[in-house]
């Protein structure tokens, strides 16, 4: 099984999750293709391909990806975009909206995202599943209180029902393990963070403690395991299973 991810710079703890991970997914090859920011808004469609409009975004794919110069759209048994400036949200308790406005919500929400720009491209040449995975829930340390995480389930579920679905799209929670007050990252996940490398020399440092947006490998890892193993892929024990949600 072949699998494509897309995204800018928050690819990069899935990227370190994904090679702690990579040996326990036998005959599966997961090739990333990435740039900081918006770079992937220069990508065009050409004869089923994506490709760079701009020699440093293609240095960057060839880069990430470990050497192809374009995307292959039909050689992929999966795509996942991630991050993009696609947020995940939660619904406040006894909030309720109508579904008409609910769907207008996430149409103006996301119709100026990347995220969206780009499932729109994929979408015109191949009718196969595309899964979004959002950008990390900011970090924050744990408080008092209440941890339930059904605001942000009921966003993520009203998002697949009312406007991901009928786009035969799927977008996808982070692990529920990783969430604390609600709506955040634990901060536990953003410690040690790594920035996106997408040129030789550049090697992978650190972003700065302030940094609340980017998480860590242990981040990646999680993340990774909770996506392979809602499509079936991979072997894992029931503690491993438990941490997911």
């Known amino acids: 099984m072949k ?3 897309l995204g800018n710079s928050h690819i ?4 370190q999750g994904w090679t702690a991970l990579a040996a326990r997914c036998e005959g599966v090859d997961i090739t990333f293709f990435g740039q900081q920011r918006d770079g992937l808004k220069n990508l ?9 409009t701009n020699p440093v975004l ?5 880069f990430t990806s470990g050497g192809h110069s374009f995307i292959e759209l039909a050689a992929y048994d999966i795509i996942l975009l991630h991050g993009m400036a696609l947020m995940g949200h939660a619904i406040a308790p006894r909030q309720h909206f109508s579904r008409k406005a609910l769907k207008a919500a996430f149409q103006e929400g996301v119709k100026d995202q990347l995220s969206y720009k780009l499932l729109m491209l994929i979408r015109s040449a191949t009718d196969k599943r595309i899964y979004l995975g959002h950008e990390p829930l900011k970090a924050d340390i744990r408080r008092k209180g209440g941890q339930a995480t059904r605001g942000y389930e009921a966003w993520i579920a009203a998002a697949n029902r009312e406007f991901y679905e009928p786009l035969n799209a799927e977008f996808l929670s982070q692990p529920l393990k990783t969430v604390v007050n609600g709506s955040a990252t634990n901060m536990t996940y953003s410690k040690g963070s790594k920035r996106l490398a997408t040129q030789e ?4 440092p650190a972003h700065p403690p302030k940094d609340l947006r980017h998480m860590n490998d242990e ?4 993340w990774m395991m909770k996506f392979l193993n809602g499509r ?3 072997t894992w024990t029931e503690a491993e299973l438990a941490l997911l949600d």
């Open 232 to 234: 079936g892929i991979g």
């Open 12 to 15: 990069a703890a899935l990227k």
């Open 219 to 222: 981040f990646g890892r999680l």
């Open 3 to 5: 699998i494509a991810v």
């Open 201 to 204: 020399g550049m090697g992978e």
């Open 44 to 52: 065009e469609l050409s004869e089923g391909r994506l490709v760079a």
């Open 58 to 62: 293609l240095e960057s794919l060839r």
